[in-house]
């Protein structure tokens, strides 16, 4: 029992000892705002602290709220106290957006004090009425694109930080909305790849909207007419002889046009790339002479052409005749067909049209299979003919010995 005594004798002490060395203005307390609230303005914020009466300051009267400001204390506002708290509803337009910490100084009659524990004061408070920074950095403008587009944007917030960033897509009289992305922060910049085909072909313009975490809103950041183009160009391509001898010339064309992007003048020759004279010098059935189109939105049509080589000693049947894939016109000789147009990709991303080839094509044998068919078909004959020879002559032997037997018996 005695020990018992003796620790809470020394447990008092100590209490008393505390209370003897705490500094004046150690249990004052900010209680509104809290760590880490903001606004947009001070304007009829609440403002509190409490204290202990005595032991922090006896009899207070008044208050001064400090905001502290580039490293310096300086008054916010004034407030009324009573016997446990001081508070105030403070506005103040002077006070720019920025990080802020709090304090406060209490006021009797005689004398004054200010929080002395700093984890009792207000750190930080944020006032930022001013909206993000932006800058649409891609798609270029007036440029034009097809299939995957990565639309970036470099967007910050020098206060409170950012809360979300949208590329709002519309048409080109802003007439109406298409759609809404949002981007992900990656190195710094906001970014969305977005597949263009998901709208029809045209231009549109691209907003990028930014928003603080106090939802300020900046929405100047914009692109105007950018075109989406996932049409491929029409192209106009034809032979004059789809059969000829070994090492005779073949004469190609090929035009091609995009109504809307227009064709990539630095592809190929003026956007089109094919060949004049295919080569001739090995024979072959449906051997293929291509012509590309490539458009300022990297769209590429790819038209096929087939056509035989036949030996020098053998001479061909068939007439010449063109063939033009992706038009109206279609072959007129040698029974030459093309497929419809399919689609496949690039290795480098962009998007083709052109023709498969499949089986013969239609088209007819070399004069060598045909002169190969001829004899089987004569040999076949002769065969045939031989056979029946043969059964009438067995018929009239077996009648003729028949008979004999008769005349005998």
């Known amino acids: 029992m005695t020990k018992k005594r003796g620790l809470i004798l020394i447990i008092t002490i100590i209490l008393l000892a505390w209370l003897v060395?705490?500094?004046?203005?150690?249990?004052?307390?900010?209680i509104s705002p809290i760590n880490g609230a903001n606004a947009t303005s001070?304007?009829?914020?609440?403002?509190?602290?409490?204290?202990?009466?005595?032991?922090?300051?006896?009899?207070p009267q008044s208050a001064v709220f400090y905001f502290n400001i580039s490293g310096i204390w300086q008054p916010i506002g004034s407030a009324v106290c009573n016997s446990i708290s001081c508070e105030a509803s403070i506005t103040n337009?002077?006070?720019?957006?920025?990080?802020?910490?709090?304090?406060?100084?209490?006021?009797?009659?005689?004398?004054?004090?200010?929080?002395?524990?700093?984890?009792?004061?207000?750190?930080?408070?944020?006032?930022?009425?001013?909206?993000?920074?932006?800058?649409?950095?891609?798609?270029?403008?007036?440029?034009?694109?097809?299939?995957?587009?990565?639309?970036?944007?470099?967007?910050t917030d020098a206060t409170i930080g950012i809360n979300t960033v949208?590329?709002?897509?519309?048409?080109?009289?802003?007439?109406a909305q298409s759609t809404n992305t949002a981007a992900a922060l990656q190195n710094n910049l906001y970014i969305?790849?977005?597949?263009?085909?998901?709208?029809?072909?045209?231009?549109?313009n691209i907003t990028a909207i930014a928003t603080d975490l106090l939802n300020n809103i900046n929405s100047t950041s914009k692109i105007s007419r950018i075109l989406f183009d996932s049409t491929a160009p029409t192209t106009t391509h034809s032979c004059?002889?789809?059969?000829?001898?070994?090492?005779?010339?073949?004469?190609?064309?090929?035009?091609?046009?995009d109504s809307l992007a227009g064709l990539n003048l630095a592809f190929g020759n003026n956007g089109i790339s094919f060949t004049v004279h295919p080569s001739t010098s090995s024979t072959g059935n449906n051997l293929q002479t291509s012509c590309t189109a490539e458009d300022t939105a990297s769209n590429r049509k790819v038209s096929t052409i087939y056509y035989n080589v036949t030996s020098s000693g053998s001479?061909?049947?068939?007439?010449?005749?063109?063939?033009?894939?992706?038009?109206?016109?279609?072959?007129?000789?040698?029974?030459s067909t093309q497929n419809n147009s399919t689609q496949s990709n690039l290795s480098d991303g962009s998007t083709i049209t052109?023709?498969?080839?499949?089986?013969?094509?239609?088209?007819?044998?070399?004069?060598?299979?045909?002169?190969k068919a001829k004899k089987i078909t004569i040999i076949s004959a002769i065969i045939l003919a031989s056979a029946i020879i043969i059964i009438l002559a067995s018929r009239k032997m077996a009648r003729f010995i028949k008979t004999k037997k008769l005349h005998s018996a």
């Open 166 to 175: 949208i590329f709002n897509i519309t048409n080109s009289s802003n007439a």
């Open 192 to 204: 969305k790849a977005f597949n263009t085909s998901q709208l029809s072909d045209g231009y549109y």
């Open 21 to 30: 060395l705490a500094l004046p203005g150690d249990s004052i307390r900010i």
């Open 315 to 335: 001479s061909s049947n068939s007439p010449s005749g063109s063939s033009s894939p992706g038009s109206s016109s279609s072959p007129t000789n040698n029974n």
């Open 354 to 371: 052109g023709n498969a080839l499949s089986g013969n094509q239609g088209n007819d044998a070399t004069a060598e299979q045909k002169a």
């Open 42 to 59: 001070l304007q009829n914020i609440l403002f509190n602290a409490t204290y202990n009466n005595i032991s922090d300051i006896t009899d």
């Open 240 to 257: 004059d002889d789809l059969t000829v001898l070994q090492d005779d010339e073949i004469t190609c064309t090929c035009t091609a046009t």
């Open 93 to 155: 337009t002077t006070i720019p957006d920025g990080v802020y910490g709090i304090n406060i100084t209490i006021s009797n009659s005689s004398s004054s004090i200010s929080i002395t524990n700093s984890s009792n004061i207000v750190h930080p408070f944020y006032i930022d009425s001013t909206p993000p920074s932006s800058n649409l950095t891609a798609p270029q403008p007036t440029s034009n694109y097809s299939q995957i587009i990565t639309l970036t944007a470099n967007v």
